[in-house]
């Protein structure tokens, strides 16, 4: 919804290349920085770099939900946001890959990602919908809550280890 958001104080002659901008912003920061969050993730543990994701998660929806019309904070909040993703994913993949046996993990992997397109088209829908009743803030604000579910599951006691689990690094 940050196009539309954008599209509400922009003109329509900027509108096109700040969303550019902006989403290319976005879009580095979910993808720019993986070599480092594989890295990290090698280095400081499976959750702690999701906790850590999930940090940034939630710092995003504030910056994001508070920048008002100030395109600089708008964006700043979605660079957060695309880390705050990476971490969370680069990691979650690594722990999901790693908990299951090998010749299974191209299915389960598999499924994981069709489960989180799925879940994105449907949060996509909605959205238009919740920006239409309430606003940009509220928005970020259920995103903010969105992450309670995985935040229970990261901090959930784990039985021993994986299923033929050898030490491996991510990436």
């Known amino acids: 919804m940050t196009p539309v958001r954008l599209g509400e104080y ?3 002659s900027a509108v096109l290349g700040v969303v550019g901008v902006v989403l ?3 879009i580095a920061g979910m993808y720019a920085f993986s070599p480092v969050v594989g890295w990290l ?3 400081l543990g499976r959750r702690p770099v999701i906790l850590g994701g999930l940090a940034v998660l939630l710092v995003a929806c504030a910056v994001a939900g508070a920048s008002g019309h100030h395109t600089p904070g708008l964006s700043v909040g979605l660079v957060l946001l695309g880390l705050g993703w990476s971490g969370t994913m680069v990691a979650g993949s690594t722990l999901l890959s790693e908990s299951v046996p090998a010749d299974v993990r191209p299915s389960v992997q598999g499924l994981s990602d069709l489960t989180m ?3 994105g088209a449907a949060a996509g829908a909605l959205s238009g919908f919740v920006m239409q009743v309430a606003g940009y803030p509220t928005l970020t604000l259920l995103a903010a809550i969105a ?3 995985l935040l229970a599951l990261a901090l959930r006691a784990v039985p021993g280890r994986a299923p033929d689990e050898e030490e491996r690094p991510c990436g």
Do not use: F, I, K, Q
């Open 24 to 26: 290319s912003l976005h």
């Open 117 to 119: 397109g799925l879940a």
């Open 41 to 43: 993730t090698d280095r």
């Open 10 to 12: 922009h003109d329509d």
């Open 147 to 149: 992450t309670v579910p």
